[in-house]
């Protein structure tokens, strides 16, 4: 490795180079519960021709290297178990181009979510996809993220128009065009969004973006029980009413969040609703849906347009990690993610908080109930080997369920290595298909190795 390190330093400057123990550290874990693992070698390039020469070298000595932007994945996706060249993407940080008037933007790979949207908030527009964390839009491309605004706007896949690609022998590609659609070739976009890194490096990204609404208002909805809430929802989308986010948390979760926050929210099932558009039009939509939840038992709903109005309505949801996290000192936070028909999702719901229950692990369910996709947070004592082995337990079961009723194992963390066992069961020969692309395209196995598949 010291060969490679020394090559290392031919291609980039002193500071962008780093194996000080400390940063090291620093790039050896997510947020999720895996174990870490240093790399061998921390680089920060600045530019596509910098990654292109790195990736380049690490093919041609058959070094691992993977990609690195906040380390707020979920799923281990960043941690190198076969050590080598982490690749920290932090210095790429440009905001290329506004394209606004055909409601584009072309950015490097570690601009970060907010960052992005205090700069587009100058033209009117945003980028919707919010995953929670402040992630980079890099990383968000590389995994797939969604999160609460999905129902209205849509995936990661659905937001990009194009992505400048290092592949494992150094190759730059563009994976699309500026065009808003296209009927030529294969399409490279959905393949490489969601890759995690194990296919090639994102250098830079072409992105949809949007107009600010003119009108948002949010509301917060409780009801006698979770198929109540879910039957809701079902009714509203079926009506076509434009509901941007639509977000649920059980019972538990809500007893947890009063807990903590000293508030005094009904401990019933609760729905957060946000709509976007025009003030006329949305007045009648959420008359519409009053008229919807009345039918489906809601024992009340509030609705504010207020922006601090707004932020305060949301609190139960937003500060629900932070509920669980501080009342469990000591433990780590793990956040399962399966996505069901929605039709399947009462059930979901159901059979997860017995499952939590019947294993005796402290946890609350929360989820884009619009889409489908629900996640269980749990708190977990890493030293205790029994709630370890619950948890797994746990995650097998819901995924299990999920799979059975024609769902997938995740419907946003991504699979790094925490869903990998679960790809044959949900793919089946396709995986083979999966298999063959990741053979061309990485011959040599260096792309963050033995994540979504395993090394052969």
């Not at 010291?2 to 050896?28: C, G, M, P, Y």
């Not at 969604?146 to 706007?153: A, E, F, I, R």
């Amino acid at each position: 490795m010291s060969n490679v390190v020394a090559e290392l330093h031919k291609i980039l400057n002193e500071r962008q180079i780093s194996t000080n123990d400390t940063i090291l550290e620093l790039h050896s874990k997510d947020e999720s519960y895996h174990i870490p693992s240093k790399p061998d070698v921390v680089v920060y390039p600045e530019t596509s021709e910098e990654v292109s020469k790195i990736a380049k070298l690490a093919n041609d000595n058959k070094v691992p290297v993977q990609a690195f932007g906040m380390g707020t994945s979920l799923e281990g996706h960043v941690i190198p178990y076969d050590n080598g060249i982490t690749i920290d993407f932090s210095l790429m940080n440009k905001i290329i181009e506004i394209k606004e008037k055909d409601f584009l933007v072309k950015i490097e790979p570690g601009v970060t979510r907010t960052e992005l949207n205090k700069e587009l908030k100058k033209y009117g527009l945003f980028f919707p996809v919010d995953p929670g964390a402040d992630a980079t839009l890099g990383g968000m491309a590389a995994t797939n993220a969604s999160g609460t605004l999905s129902v209205k706007y849509g995936t990661m896949r659905d937001n990009v128009r194009d992505m400048e690609v290092i592949l494992a022998d150094g190759t730059t590609i563009h994976t699309g065009t500026l065009a808003a659609k296209s009927s030529s070739g294969y399409h490279l976009n959905g393949l490489f969004v969601g890759s995690e890194g194990t296919l090639g490096f994102i250098t830079e990204l072409t992105l949809k973006v949007f107009g600010i609404p003119e009108f948002i208002s949010a509301a917060r909805a409780t009801f006698k029980t979770v198929d109540d809430a879910v039957e809701s929802v079902v009714a509203v989308l079926q009506a076509g009413i434009p509901i941007a986010r639509i977000e649920i948390v059980d019972e538990t979760s809500v007893r947890q969040v009063n807990q903590f926050s000293e508030s005094t929210y009904e401990e019933v099932p609760t729905l957060f609703l946000e709509f976007h558009g025009n003030e006329a039009g949305l007045k009648q939509d959420i008359e519409f849906t009053k008229e919807i939840f009345e039918d489906y038992n809601c024992l009340n709903i509030q609705f504010e347009t207020d922006t601090a109005a707004r932020n305060q309505l949301w609190d139960a949801r937003h500060n629900l990690a932070y509920a669980f996290i501080h009342s469990y000192p000591g433990r780590k936070m793990m956040v399962t993610d399966v996505c069901l028909p929605i039709s399947e999702l009462s059930g979901a719901i159901h059979h997860a908080r017995t499952v939590v229950d019947r294993l005796g692990l402290p946890g609350g369910i929360t989820g884009h109930v619009g889409d489908g996709n629900y996640h269980i947070i749990l708190m977990i004592d890493m030293n205790d080997p029994i709630e370890v082995e619950k948890s797994k337990d746990l995650n097998e079961q819901i995924v299990e369920y999920a799979l059975s009723r024609g769902g997938t194992c995740t419907g946003e963390h991504g699979v790094g290595i925490g869903k990998q066992k679960y790809q044959e069961k949900e793919h089946g020969e396709a995986l083979k298909v999966m298999e063959k692309i990741k053979k061309v395209l990485d011959p040599n196995t260096i792309l963050n190795p033995n994540k979504i598949l395993k090394s052969k």
